[in-house]
């Protein structure tokens, strides 16, 4: 947690130099360090997960607490994976600091000693169906948060598009060119309008979301159904609307919307992104709401 506590303020460092932004190609020191506290974060953050299956004697993904850090764990794993095919560090604060909120809330509210497991769980679908929704839930959180980074680069995009037109109009009207006037609305862009030239355009972040969502739904696919294989073991019925399956049910339809209309009705842009961020917050709501709240017979948080 202090590893990534500085990655996050040198993200955040990173962020806040847009605002005197200098030669375009400039070395991103703050973004350097940010990145190297986070490989040593994800380093001891995995050597934590391991320790705690050595004590515990069995895979650490049997309550809310292991859950939670091993698919943070993921969700840091993918976001450094990803840097591999694209310069996408900006994702970082938004990736790091719910990261840093969520070990937080499991050390100090969903703690509990490593110990055995119930009967119920002690099976290998334990090994199988768990893991695959951590890994799930990793890859859903990436993809959120490439969708907010899309909604804010899209934003920049369309006051770009809205200062181009004035730009040209007067150019025209003037004798002159749109380039007289660029610099002077150049400095009036904005803390929102500098982040969006750092990024990729909005549409290639939306398709980046799109495939990481899709590989997640995969996998969310593959919980629901090796969810439903294991209660037929444990409880003799594969279906009993439980709120968590429930809940898992609806996260699978909502992801589901999102990939046809994606795909089918040309739901592309902020109407994806709002879908696909809907869906996360199910995913949210599934795992602390219904497991801390409702009367579950998944209700293994503590």
């Known amino acids: 947690m202090a590893a990534y506590a500085v990655a996050m303020i040198a993200f955040g460092v990173d962020l806040s130099a847009l605002r005197d932004r200098g030669p375009e190609g400039r ?50 794993g993918t976001f450094l994976l990803i840097q591999r095919w694209r310069d996408l560090r900006y994702l970082g604060a938004l990736v790091i600091t719910p ?81 007289d006037v660029a610099p002077a ?4 862009r904005g803390f929102w309008g500098r982040l ?42 594969p279906w009993g609307w439980d709120p968590k399956e429930v809940g898992t049910f609806v996260v699978w339809v909502v992801y589901a919307a999102y990939l046809h209309a994606r795909a089918t009705r040309g739901w592309d842009g902020r109407k994806a992104a709002y879908l696909g961020l809907s869906g996360f917050a199910l995913v949210l709501v599934n795992y602390f709401g219904v497991n801390l709240l409702a009367d579950t017979i998944h209700g293994y948080a503590f």
């Open 27 to 76: 070395p991103r020191r703050a973004a350097a360090i940010a990145m190297t506290t986070t490989v040593l974060g994800v380093v001891l953050h995995a050597v934590g997960v391991v320790t705690r299956g050595i004590a515990a004697g069995r895979v650490p993904w049997a309550n809310m607490y292991e859950f939670t850090i091993v698919f943070t764990l993921v969700a840091v």
């Open 196 to 237: 969006g030239d750092s990024l990729p355009s909005s549409a290639e972040l939306e398709r980046f979301a799109y495939r990481l969502n899709a590989v997640a739904f995969l996998l969310w696919t593959f919980t629901l159904i090796a969810g439903a294989i294991w209660a037929e073991h444990a409880w003799g019925r």
């Open 99 to 179: 990261t840093l909120l969520a070990l937080g809330l499991a050390v100090s509210v969903l703690y509990i000693a490593a110990d055995g497991v119930r009967p119920a769980l002690d099976h290998y679908w334990l090994v199988i169906h768990v893991s695959v929704a951590t890994m799930a839930i990793g890859v859903f959180a990436v993809a959120a948060a490439l969708s907010v980074v899309q909604l804010v680069k899209e934003r920049g995009e369309r006051a770009s598009a809205q200062q181009r037109e004035p730009a040209v109009a007067l150019a025209g009207g003037s004798g002159g060119t749109e380039v």
């Open 185 to 188: 609305q150049e400095t009036d």
